[in-house]
């Protein structure tokens, strides 16, 4: 059973536009969402990171938006540039003990 | 300062051999994970290491896949007789220990080609 679902697979969005990705989860004891961005030929790297205990949070053009309730969260990337094209992978774990991630969305952001 | 380490980067091997595959965690990381990422799939638990705790090896697909963490620090993944569904990234990552708010570091991976 898939812990974390992730879409879309694939996100093609124009220069200037907001792209946005989203995860669902199962198991309530999920207490750590972090995104992950990662670029061909390289490991993932940390992006973002939200706790059950807030609704959202803004780094910079990115923000996290959670839903406890409906056991959702997604990533808004506002301005989206063609630098931000790369593979996006959501993620949930139970106090760091293991990390569940999502299938990934390949993003394209057209100049 | 330095990162997760892995190598080597890419593996081509014959089906049928066995292959180790090393991580160097980031020095301090008391937890380092293994993952498994097929083309253009997502990531696959494979195995965890927390400190001096026994490993969580429920990821692991098979009794051909092993892994061991000397001395709380360096890890090796083996791949015995290897298959051409073993072909896939393998990513190391390590964090400074579970419970506190310490997210994934990663490796670049080890490409491994089995033909």
């Known amino acids: 059973q898939q812990q974390v679902k992730q879409s879309p697979q694939s996100l093609i969005v124009q220069k200037g536009g907001i792209s946005i990705i989203n995860c669902a989860y199962e198991?309530?004891?999920?207490?750590?969402f972090p995104w992950y961005q990662q670029f061909p030929g390289k490991g993932p790297a940390l992006l973002i990171a939200?706790?059950?205990?807030?609704s959202e949070k803004k780094e910079g053009r990115f923000t996290i938006s959670f839903n406890k309730s409906a056991k959702q969260f997604s990533l808004h990337i506002m301005d989206s540039q063609p630098g931000d094209s790369a593979t996006y992978f959501c993620?949930?774990?139970?106090?760091?003990?293991?990390?569940?991630f999502g299938s990934g969305t390949k993003l394209n952001v057209k100049p | 300062g330095a990162g997760v380490s892995q190598s080597p980067s890419n593996k081509v091997t014959e089906k049928g051999k066995d292959v180790e595959l090393r991580c160097d965690p980031i020095?301090?990381?008391?937890?380092l994970y293994w993952y498994r990422q097929s083309l253009g799939q997502g990531l696959e638990f494979l195995i965890y290491?927390?400190?001096?705790?026994?490993?969580?090896k429920s990821g692991l697909p098979s009794d051909r896949f092993s892994a061991e963490r000397t001395g709380g620090s360096v890890s090796t993944l083996t791949i015995q007789r290897t298959q051409q569904e073993d072909s896939a990234v393998y990513l190391c990552?390590?964090?400074?220990?579970?419970?506190?708010?310490?997210?994934?570091?990663f490796g670049n991976g080890t490409r491994l080609t089995v033909t």
């Open positions: 939200i706790r059950p205990d807030v």
């Open positions: 990552a390590s964090s400074i220990s579970a419970g506190v708010d310490s997210p994934l570091h």
């Open positions: 198991n309530t004891a999920f207490d750590y």
């Open positions: 020095s301090g990381h008391t937890a």
């Open positions: 290491f927390q400190g001096n705790s026994a490993p969580d």
């Open positions: 993620a949930a774990s139970n106090s760091f003990n293991k990390f569940y």
